[in-house]
């Protein structure tokens, strides 16, 4: 499991946005806007707003699960991790 620095992880992460389908897209800013961490619109793009509300929500997710997020499979995890919580 390759093992990302802090710079390299939002880089993957937008590479990982680039990969979903545009409502999943949508799906990921509304749940970083409800946590606060995106106040952008809900444009399905990648752009800073965006990568700042990543970084937030990894922040966040390491700080509620004591998982350090920085392979794909974690990312994606924490992905999964909050999308459930909307459901």
């Known amino acids: ?28 800013q509304y749940i970083l806007n409800q946590y606060g961490f995106y106040t952008g619109s809900i444009d399905g793009a ?5 990568e700042r509300g990543v970084a937030l929500l990894i922040e966040q997710y390491e700080s509620d699960t004591s998982i350090d997020a920085r392979s794909v499979d974690q990312l994606v995890q ?4 909050y999308a459930n919580k909307f459901q």
């Open 1 to 28: 499991d390759h093992i990302f620095d802090d710079a390299e992880r939002i880089r993957v992460s937008g590479l990982l946005f680039e990969r979903l389908e545009f409502d999943q897209k949508r799906v990921v």
């Open 78 to 81: 924490m992905l999964v991790f």
């Open 46 to 50: 990648w752009g800073p707003n965006t």
